[in-house]
């Protein structure tokens, strides 16, 4: 039997701009997605603390050490500048394989930096 997991978190990152008039996404800097084990056309699920929102989308990777957590896109009228978003990903298993799978936690500062994974 296959099952749905978590696989990937980003906790409470914030929103650092959005870009209404670009092709519809996500922008991670790459060091939050490396920490996230999160890939470049992954799909996400994106949950609004501030106003909740919850969108999916795929995630494009941002400039290494910049912080950006961008929505794009039609995506950009679901959060304002300054918000607070979850970003989760999921994978596909066994459910033998799931009972054992821990996933990729990433709980970032107030500045989108890495403070502990």
Same mark, same amino acid.
């Given at each position: 039997m296959l099952i749905e997991v978590l696989k990937s978190k980003i906790h +409470?990152? /914030? #929103? *650092?701009? *959005? !870009?209404l008039d670009y092709v519809g996404s996500i922008t991670i800097d790459e060091n939050l997605?490396? &920490? &996230? $084990?999160?890939? =470049?056309? !992954? /799909?996400?699920?994106?949950? $609004?603390n501030n106003n909740? =929102? +919850?969108? !999916? *989308?795929?995630? #494009? &990777?941002?400039?290494?050490g910049s912080g950006?957590?961008?929505?794009?896109?039609a995506a950009a009228r679901k959060a304002a500048k300054g918000d607070i978003v979850i970003v989760l990903s999921f994978a596909t298993m066994e459910f033998e394989a799931a009972k054992k799978f821990t996933p990729f936690l990433v709980f970032p500062d107030r500045n989108n930096k890495i403070i502990c994974d």
């Open positions: +409470r990152a /914030k #929103i *650092t701009q *959005t !870009e997605m490396d &920490a &996230a $084990n999160m890939i =470049e056309g !992954e /799909k996400v699920l994106i949950v $609004n909740g =929102e +919850r969108l !999916e *989308t795929y995630v #494009i &990777a941002g400039e290494r950006m957590v961008c929505l794009n896109g």
